[in-house]
């Protein structure tokens, strides 16, 4: 019977595998009896010389195992027949190795959006918070430039804050003198803010004084004022720092809200030798070339007015204007009644008015870069902003002053010093020893 069998399983299977292709040919029906199918697995095993331990003695029943308890194959059938739970296996194996590697796919592309992420936030600052800006959540639980200068708590601040009380000291002192000599009392009107600019992140407002770093200063301030826009002062053309527009100054606002601000935010100003000024506004805007724009309009009406027997060139271009006729030209009465002096040489008191506005700080142009920075400090950015540097070799000094200052009359000199004495006062500078004032 077993031989019979074999024969029938292995005639077929040998046409199918000459096609290229294994199946299994239809079997029999298995027998309902565990002898029989004992018997035949052991008379398979005794031909074949092979044990049949694997198949276990006493089989539980055929629905438990099924198809699995056929007789075994000749080699070339098993060849086949037991690549069909090996295929199972197998492709059980890659559905397994396939979801391993979607997980490790999914890992390394989430990791290498994660180091883009990285690198981009690296060599693109502008994504970065900027440490100009302050957060409106972050301002509320940190300390304002007004309370650190008044009450410091960073302990190398402490003995700038005592320099700065007596500069405050100095000019209400001052006011008050001048407040009980004089007979003007005026209210402040929004036009006599224009120069005051105003840093709402920061709270600050700063009164430009020409001729005193206020290029530089306006730079600061754009990029305090930026959100990002800028940030290194010194990439920001000079004449782009005077454009109006740039910077928001306090008479662009209420009445109310200018009240507001002059109270709560921190109000600073810089000053200087009020001659170095004055002869520094000079050399800039008369004896450079291309401040043609101030030749003509202020060059030729002062030749017009002092020179005599001038030339057409010169009152035509007005480009060559003496030191004298620019002293004779500021003291003369009907200059004061032409309406305010030009903004370079006009007073700090007629700029800024401190006598009605009270100053928090006082910086000074022989300290520039100490108070400057110490201002930067208050606010918060003195890690990440520096006050730019200035050229001291075309600065003017008090030598070249006093040079400028011998080429004009005794009278002059007095009226000079008349028109500029607040500032001396206000800011503490000692009449120079140049002047002939007996």
Request: hydrophobic share 35%; proline share 6%; aromatic share 10%.
């Amino acid at each position: 019977m077993l031989s019979n069998r074999l024969a029938h399983l292995d005639a077929p299977i040998s046409s199918e595998r000459e096609g290229g292709r294994c199946h299994l040919p239809a079997l029999p029906a298995p027998s309902t009896s565990p002898a029989v199918v004992r018997s035949d697995l052991d008379a398979f095993s005794s031909l074949t010389g092979r044990q049949s331990s694997s198949v276990p003695p006493e089989p539980r029943s055929f629905q438990q195992t099924g198809p699995f308890l056929q007789p075994p194959l000749t080699k070339r059938a098993a060849a086949c027949s037991l690549s069909v739970p090996d295929m199972k296996q197998t492709l059980s194996e890659l559905m397994r190795m396939s979801r391993i590697c979607r997980m490790v796919f999914a890992t390394c592309l989430g990791s290498f959006i994660l180091v883009i992420f990285y690198f981009q936030s690296m060599f693109q600052p502008v994504m970065r918070r900027n440490p100009f800006v302050v957060d409106g959540w972050s301002r509320k639980g940190s300390r304002n430039a007004l309370q650190e200068l008044y009450n410091p708590t960073q302990p190398e601040l402490s003995g700038a804050a005592v320099l700065h009380q007596a500069r405050r000291d100095q000019v209400v002192d001052a006011c008050r003198v001048y407040s009980a000599s004089s007979r003007k009392r005026r209210v402040l009107t929004p036009g006599d803010l224009k120069h005051l600019v105003v840093d709402e992140d920061h709270e600050l407002i700063y009164c430009y004084v020409p001729k005193v770093a206020c290029t530089n200063w306006k730079r600061v301030m754009m990029v305090l004022t930026g959100r990002g826009k800028y940030s290194d002062p010194m990439e920001i053309p000079s004449n782009e720092a005077h454009i109006p527009s740039n910077l928001k100054t306090l008479n662009q606002y209420s009445i109310a809200e200018i009240n507001h601000r002059l109270k709560n935010y921190l109000k600073f100003l810089f000053v200087r030798e009020p001659f170095e000024r004055l002869v520094s506004a000079y050399r800039n805007k008369f004896t450079l070339k291309y401040n043609s724009s101030f030749h003509k309009r202020f060059g030729t009406r002062i030749i017009r007015r002092y020179r005599k027997n001038a030339t057409q060139d010169a009152l035509l271009n007005g480009a060559d204007v003496k030191f004298k006729e620019f002293a004779e030209y500021l003291v003369d009465p009907a200059t004061q009644r032409d309406g305010p002096l030009n903004e370079h040489w006009q007073t700090v008191y007629q700029l800024c008015h401190p006598c009605h506005i009270h100053y928090d700080l006082v910086g000074k142009y022989e300290t520039l870069e100490d108070d400057a920075n110490y201002v930067l400090r208050l606010v918060g950015v003195g890690d990440s902003l520096r006050f730019p540097s200035y050229a001291k070799s075309t600065r003017t000094t008090d030598a070249m002053t006093a040079q400028f200052f011998s080429n004009i009359s005794t009278q002059q000199q007095f009226q000079l010093y008349q028109l500029y004495k607040l500032d001396f006062l206000m800011f503490n500078y000692s009449t120079p020893s140049y002047l002939r004032l007996d």
